[in-house]
């Protein structure tokens, strides 16, 4: 500095450089949780290239230890825990390339005193074995959510959630040779229940034997024998099925033998179903487990007959088979319906009348299961009848009859062309179900009926006039195009509408007033109307 009495001494001021590596922070810096809260941590604020990234944590001011296969920017932690009574301090930080970050702090407090308890809290099974745990203590709870750890209480996974306080935890099992433990808690909403835990021995030699087979492929509907054997001081036995992989078992009503034959087990899908059979042995342990996979029904080619004809089905018998029950499909109605006395293994239709697919099928013990779909074609003959000049004949009579023999009359009814008109031929049709009240004391209605063309397939519509029952026939429809039958009063108002698959709709207008409709099958790029009369 120069002052009017000259320079002063010279001051030096050293200035370094911009810091160019900063190893950053991680955020949240500090935060404050309830136990069985998650926690998502960041590393944030690094200057420089981080080329090497490796997470650590300390609990209560303990010694800093990695922490497992953590090497990215951001670490989701999972669940933190504190089943004690005081608040625990978790601390984490990263180690890097450019050096230590500063160091984040949780605070994890303790669950509140009335989260409840599971009982029991400590108990110890045998590979196999099962426990009921019970969630008490807490009060006003409205919420449960039960909870699982296979690691040590350092994950949880739900594993079921509603209101009830109690949990199977079904057979837990330890093929190793030292014991395991589980642990399981309830979620209530707020806060966590304590924790119970289940040590799981392993079985001492084969104490509780095993199933064979030990795994099966069948057919649905085949039947398979299964031997429990092996088992030593057994001196009760219950045969389970699962149906989920083993998570939840049920009891087999009765079963209580060394040997079961699991009969007609069903697979009604279109991949295969796997069904898993153990023995609950001295009322809390169980045996090894069979799995049996059931094959979806191979479609085969329907068996093909002339109207008239009738068929025998049988189905083997099985000592597990308690009651016999045989079913046919009606199409009007949509549904199976059992056949009256059809009640033994082999069942002959009567004599079968009109064309079409006739399904027929066994409900085995009251609905257990059932055996698969048995199908009898009759193939339809159209015949149309033409005038003097060429033009088809759109109003014909028909003579509708109920068969004798049918045993489960009047599901299904045929009927044949009067052919008073040298140019028409003998054809069969089927109706579906029709209102029986219609018929006259010998079995027979006069009605008649419309034939169309809507695009390549040919369409029956009767009876017309009619009291009520109306059908529908699409002959040759193609599967792939989607039909709409829709019904129509005059003054626009839609009484009837439905998206097609079958051949074959019925249509119930007993319910709607006398008077003229409109019936409109409709395709995406076509469609027809017609007239229908309702008396």
């Known amino acids: 500095m120069r002052t009017n009495l000259g320079y002063s001494s010279v001051a030096v001021i050293t200035i370094n450089p911009a810091q160019v590596n900063n190893p950053g922070s991680v955020i949240p810096m500090t935060q404050t949780i309830a136990s069985g809260s998650s926690l998502t941590l960041t590393h944030h604020g690094e200057v420089g290239v981080v080329t090497s990234r490796r997470w650590q944590q300390r609990i209560s001011g303990g010694v800093w230890t990695d922490i497992p296969n953590a090497n990215e920017s951001v670490l989701n932690m999972g669940t933190l825990t504190n089943n004690g009574s005081a608040n625990v301090t978790r601390e984490f930080q990263v180690i890097t390339n450019l050096g230590t970050s500063a160091v984040s702090r949780i605070v994890v407090i303790p669950l509140p005193a009335n989260a409840g308890h599971i009982s029991p809290a400590s108990p110890t099974i045998y590979s196999g074995g099962f426990v009921v745990l019970t969630h008490q203590g807490s009060s006003g709870v409205t919420f449960r959510q039960w909870q699982r750890s296979t ?54 030699g084969s104490a509780l034997g095993n199933v064979t087979p030990a795994t099966q492929t069948i057919s649905s509907g085949d039947f398979v024998t299964l031997t429990h054997q092996g088992g030593v001081g057994v001196v009760s036995r219950q045969w389970q099925q699962s149906t989920d992989g083993g998570i939840t078992w049920a009891n087999v009503t009765g079963q209580t033998a060394a040997t079961f034959s699991a009969g007609g087990i069903v697979n009604v899908g279109t991949t295969n179903m796997v069904f898993r059979y153990r023995v609950l042995a001295n009322g809390n342990l169980v045996s090894t487990f069979s799995t049996i996979t059931v094959r979806p029904p191979t479609p085969g080619a329907p068996k093909v007959i002339s109207s008239g004809d009738s068929v025998t089905l049988t189905h083997p018998s099985s000592p597990s088979t308690t009651s016999y029950q ?76 109920i068969p004798q023999s049918m045993p489960f009359a009047p599901n299904r009814v045929g009927g044949v062309v009067d052919s008073t008109d040298d140019s028409a031929e003998s054809v069969e049709y089927y109706f579906g179900a029709l209102n029986v009240m219609e018929m006259s004391e010998n079995n027979e209605i006069f009605e008649t009926f419309y034939t169309d063309k809507l695009n390549e397939s040919d369409v029956l519509i009767f009876p017309n006039p009619t009291r009520g029952a109306l059908a529908v026939e699409i002959l040759n429809k193609n599967p792939n195009v989607p039909h709409q039958i829709t019904v129509f009063s005059l003054n626009g108002l839609i009484v009837f509408q439905k998206n097609v698959i079958e051949h074959f709709t019925g249509i119930d207008l007993s319910s709607q007033p006398s008077g003229i409709y409109l019936l409109r099958i409709s395709t995406p790029d076509s469609f027809i109307t017609w007239t229908i009369i309702k008396e």
């Open 326 to 401: 045989w079913q046919m499909f009606c199409s009007v109605r949509g549904e199976w319906v059992d056949i009256p006395g059809a009640n033994l293994p082999s069942f002959n239709t009567g004599a079968l009348i009109g064309s079409g697919d006739h399904k027929f099928r066994l409900r085995i013990n009251g609905g257990e299961s059932y055996s698969a779909e048995k199908v009898i074609r009759i193939p339809h003959r159209t015949i149309f009848s033409y005038d003097a000049s060429g033009n088809r004949i759109g109003r014909r009579t028909i003579v509708l009859s």
């Open 151 to 204: 690691d040590g209480g350092h994950t949880w996974t739900s594993i079921f959630k509603n209101n009830r306080d109690t949990r199977n935890t079904g057979g837990l099992f330890n093929h190793g040779t030292a014991p395991i433990t589980r642990k399981y808690r309830v979620w209530t909403g707020s806060n966590h229940s304590d924790i119970a835990v289940i040590t799981i021995n392993p079985q001492p």
